[in-house]
C-alpha cells in the first residue's frame, strides 16, 4: 500500500478449502503534501485518460444534488457516482488512484487501500455473488479543477465515500465515510487490520477515564449504529457525554491523538489546519461512549466539537465490522469556503 506497490494475494481456508484471489490496489505513488496545483494536475491527468462517455460521467456541476449521493452500502444498493474502478482501463486506473494518493497522507492512502482489499477478501470468502470488491469503487469530479474556484472529488463505494472539496489552497475532508468488513483478515500469513488504531485508541481512552468521568462519558441507551450517517447532511444532534473541559490535560490530548486518526487521511496541510482548529475548541468537545469497556466489545462513541463530529460504530463482535463518519457541521462540502 501507499509508498510501495500494492499486490495482495488473498488467500482463505474457511472450509478446509482454499480460495486464493490477488487484487490490486493503489500502486506506489507519492502521497499528496496539500499543493493544490498537483492535486489540480492529477485530475487534469486522470480526466485526459477518458474518451467522451466517461468524461461525460465522470464531470458533474458543482452545485449539483447527486453530492449527497454516497454510502456505506455496496453500488448494488445505491448506485455511485462517476465511474467504476472496474470499468477503467489500467492506465486509466493508475491515474485515479494518483488523484486519490494526491489528496492523502500516507496513513490515509494505505487505510483507504487496505478497505478495498478487506471488501474483496469479504467477496471472496463470504459473498461471492455479491456486487462489492476492488473493482466496485467510483470516482466523480464536480466541478472544473482549478487552483482558485471551488470543485470537489468524491471516490467511493462498500464502506467507503470520500467527498474531497478543494478551494483553492484549503482541502476540506467532510463529510467522509470510512469502515471496513472484515477489519482483520490473514494475507499471506500475515494479520492485517483496518482502521486498527481508531479502534484501540477509542477504547484507550475510555479506559484512561476515572469512574466519576466515566459515568458522564457512558451514555444510559444504546446506539448501534450513525446518526449522522448517509443521508443525514445538514442535521444535527445535542451534544452528549463528558466534556473536554472535564478531561485532564493528558486526557485532552488523548482525545486529540484519537480525533487525528480521521483528521490524518487527508494530506499534511489538511490534516495540520484541521487538527489545529479542532485543538482550540478541545474543551468545548464532547466524547460519548455506548457499549461495554473491554476491547473487542460491540462499541459506539462520538466525538462532538463546534467544527467536528465522529462517529465510530462496531456492528459485529471484535469489531469485525466498523462503520465512521466524519464531519464538520460549519465545513460540510467546503460550505464555510464558499
Known amino acids: ?46 480526466l485526459a485518460t477518458l474518451d467522451a462517455t466517461q468524461k461525460t460521467a465522470v464531470l458533474l456541476d458543482f452545485t449539483s444534488t447527486k453530492k449527497s449521493v454516497w454510502s456505506n452500502f455496496p453500488i ?51 459473498k461471492p455473488s455479491w456486487t462489492g470488491g476492488t473493482t466496485n469503487y467510483a470516482i466523480a469530479i464536480f466541478g472544473t479543477p482549478s487552483t482558485t474556484a471551488p470543485w470537489m472529488i468524491q471516490y467511493g463505494g462498500h464502506h467507503m465515500a470520500i467527498n474531497a472539496t478543494i478551494v483553492g489552497s484549503n482541502n476540506v475532508f467532510t463529510p467522509s465515510l470510512t469502515g471496513a468488513q472484515p477489519t482483520s483478515f490473514t494475507s499471506n500469513g500475515t494479520t492485517v487490520r483496518v482502521w486498527a488504531n481508531q479502534t484501540d485508541k477509542g477504547f484507550a481512552l475510555v479506559n484512561a477515564l476515572t469512574a466519576a468521568q466515566q459515568t458522564k462519558a457512558v451514555l444510559n441507551y444504546t446506539v448501534s449504529d450513525l446518526v449522522l450517517g448517509p443521508g443525514n447532511d445538514g442535521k444535527t444532534i445535542v451534544p452528549e457525554g463528558i466534556k473536554g473541559s472535564d478531561l485532564t490535560a493528558a486526557q485532552q ?40 469497556l473491554t476491547a473487542g466489545s460491540v462499541v459506539y462513541f462520538r466525538i462532538q466539537g463546534p467544527t467536528v463530529i465522529i462517529e465510530y460504530s462496531s456492528q459485529q463482535k471484535n469489531a469485525a465490522h466498523i462503520h465512521n463518519m466524519y464531519r464538520d457541521p460549519t465545513n460540510d462540502y467546503g460550505k464555510k469556503l464558499l
Do not use: H
Open 76 to 126: 448494488s444498493d445505491v448506485t455511485r457516482n462517476g465511474i467504476l474502478t472496474g470499468t477503467m482501463t489500467a492506465a486509466q486506473r493508475t491515474a485515479a488512484y494518483n488523484l486519490v494518493a494526491m489528496l492523502c497522507s500516507q496513513y490515509g492512502y494505505e487505510e483507504l487501500g487496505k478497505t478495498m482489499v478487506a471488501d474483496q477478501y469479504l467477496v471472496d470468502t463470504t
Open 1 to 46: 500500500f501507499g509508498g510501495q506497490s500494492c499486490s495482495l494475494s488473498l488467500t482463505v481456508s474457511p472450509t478446509g478449502s482454499s480460495t486464493t484471489s490477488s487484487a490490486t490496489v493503489f500502486p506506489a505513488f507519492t502521497v499528496g503534501n496539500g499543493n493544490t496545483a498537483q492535486i489540480v494536475a492529477a485530475a487534469n491527468t486522470f
Open 253 to 292: 490530548t488523548q482525545l486529540l491523538d484519537l480525533i487525528s486518526e480521521w483528521t490524518n487521511i487527508a494530506n499534511t496541510a489538511a490534516a495540520t489546519a484541521k487538527l489545529a482548529e479542532i485543538k482550540v475548541n478541545i474543551a468545548d468537545t464532547y466524547f460519548a461512549w455506548s457499549g461495554p
